[in-house]
């Protein structure tokens, strides 16, 4: 027994039990969403474009998340913030309104975006650069058993014995507060290798990194708020049809995530990007074009399985950052990835109004960005060799000094 708990008493095993949590309870609060605003709240394009919008708003501010490193660790600021995620999800369902949603939603979102900082930070931290990709993979497969606990758990209780919205949120919510706290009482306080900085990073040198993260953020916003509601309104999907739907996503993620991990750490960081964007910008013009809920339910699968892909993201730049950098980092890169996302669901709410499918063109136009930046990535990404022809340019500035 005693070997079996100091087995799990690992940095490891705390990344994927966490990885686990945070899913089980958010994945519940996104798959009943759409309908819960839709059927209780009377929501159109632009209240959910609104509702999107502020729930975005605890990620540009990510950034925030190093100053309070100077009053608590790492560690302990993930859990506390993986608690809040559970308590506003808990709570939701006890405000079927505009304005309730909006504050339960800010509420959720601050715990959430505040975790995946400091885990982001955790695992590139923790985790050895060589075999990163691979347990990113297993993260991912961990947290898609918990999407499938959790939203085969949501088409039981509220296809066969339904339950309400209510109870429903209450439940989830409950379970992953409970679930944190035996994690925060029965783990110990693990060091970081490298002491972090405790002041905001923002360098030159991961300029690409920060292009590349401000570009994914836009396009997962469009996927993430229209794709779903889509299915609610032009295709009239149900909740067990929505939950259904992120089973068989997640089912993939589940199998293969652990694979994907491993081929990118193979393949490298360049070439899966381009595959993921080019594939993307199909995707998307699919979207505005698809007129069958079958096909939009296809385009949504395989538009899921591409976002694994955005591992590469996290890789390159552990390769490329001074170790002290990780933490500030990772609030920065967060904030820029929802520079976009704080604006976009609104804006594009009210174009949604006008026709859906201009949406999702948008999506497209951004996507058709990413490639040029991604064929920039170096082969070897390296300190020191942060983008491709670096050397090249760095040699050249050289010899306009010597010459001058």
Partial sequence: MLSLLSRWNTPQFLLLAMAFILPLVFSVWMVLLNNFVVEKAAFTGKEIGILQSLREVPGFLAFTAVYLLL????????????????????????????????????????????????????????????????????????????SLLAFSSVWVLMKKFSWSYQSTYLLFGVLALVLTLLLAMSISQFETPTEQHKKLILKKKYWLFYALTFFSGARRQIFVVFAGFLMVEKFGYSVADISALFLINYVFNWLFAPAIGKIIGKVGERRTLVFEY????????????VES??????????????????????????????PKDVAASAGVSFSINHIAAVVIPALLGVVWLTNPSWVFFVGAGFASCSPILAWLVPNAPAQGMEWQFKVADENNQSAIKNAS
């Fill in 71 to 146: 009053f608590i660790k790492e560690q302990k600021l993930a859990l506390l913030s993986l608690a809040v995620t559970a308590i506003g999800v808990a709570v939701t369902g006890f405000f079927p309104s505009a304005f309730g949603l909006y504050i339960t939603t800010i509420i959720m979102s601050m715990g959430f975006h505040y975790f995946e900082t400091v885990n982001q930070s955790l695992t590139l931290q923790w985790i050895k650069k060589d075999d990163t990709a691979h347990f990113m993979g297993k993260m991912l497969s961990a947290k898609s058993a918990a």
């Fill in 278 to 289: 080019v594939g993307l910008i199909l995707l998307f013009v699919s979207y505005g074009l």
């Fill in 293 to 322: 809920g079958k096909w939009a339910a296809i385009l949504y699968v395989v538009d899921h399985l591409l976002f694994a892909l955005a591992i590469a993201i996290k890789t390159y730049f552990q390769k490329i950052a001074e």
